[in-house]
């Protein structure tokens, strides 16, 4: 049994065609997306932003309600569970928010912050919540004497690990990543990312790493599932992504990341235009606008996400 399993998720969202208009319209932000996770592994979702990797890490917290879909977490069917189970599931998931500026109530103290959900799930005394919460600081590398001060007297990366020691208070199976490091510097981001492997290492933790940057994932994660118009379009290793993607779109992230290996060779494929409106999406393949290799059949037929190998599954006519 995996410990996380979504099963063609769907999440639709109606809105006014326009200013002046009282149509209404669908926006697909997920569209049937499937993965699986296991104990103690690093699943990477990538994608441009409104590709619906962000919607799909605040469903599976039911932080908004899905159109369609199951999901299953440590065997349970999330969208079935009532406000006890929920409850439970609560502290056993978890969310990393992308901006750490604003993601911390900045009238409460750093200790105050990381005890909150500690007082709110757990039966400990006060004594016991204060010991928790400075191994927690030091465990995310903040000095636990440093427990009274507030959000403003940290930097960016310190208010991250704030979040992430909070995130971690309850002994979490899985922690929603959604784009933890996106507003830090880049040296910065090493630092946090690298924390996050090495609480992985110790404590087994799975990570849903949402990014919308190939580089960002590339140390992080065991599979990487790349998202295009609210669909995967390809899911595979880290090493056959990096080294062998087989999706037009995939390839075409991977060549914008600069490479630190020589060994690898990658030519800069520009894509044309933006992403099409959700609004509107293409007839056939939705990557079809900008897809270099669109033939016929792309403008007619959508490609199933289908397995080309082993653990590599992809969504495109050139592979079939
Ligand atoms: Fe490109 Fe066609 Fe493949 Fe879509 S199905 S990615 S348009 S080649």
Known sequence: MSLLEVRELKKYFSVKKGLFSKEVAQVKAVDGVSFKLEQGETLGLVGESGCGKTTVGRTLMRFVEPTDGRVFFEGQEVFQMGPSAMRQLRSSMQIVFQDPYSSLNPRMSVGNIIAEPIQNHLSLTKVEVRIRVKELMEKVGLHPGHVTRYPHEFSGGQRQRIGIARALALN????????PVSALDVSIQA??????VRLQREENISFLFIAHDLSVVEHISHRVAIMYLGRIVELASDKEIYERPLHPYTQALLSAVPIPDPGRKTKRIILQGDVPSPLNPPMGCNF??????AKDICFQEDPPLRQQEKGHLAACHLLN
């Open 191 to 196: 630092q946090v990312i690298n924390l996050l």
């Open 172 to 179: 979490p199976s899985l922690i929603i990543c959604d784009e």
């Open 288 to 293: 079809n606008t900008r897809c270099p290799f």
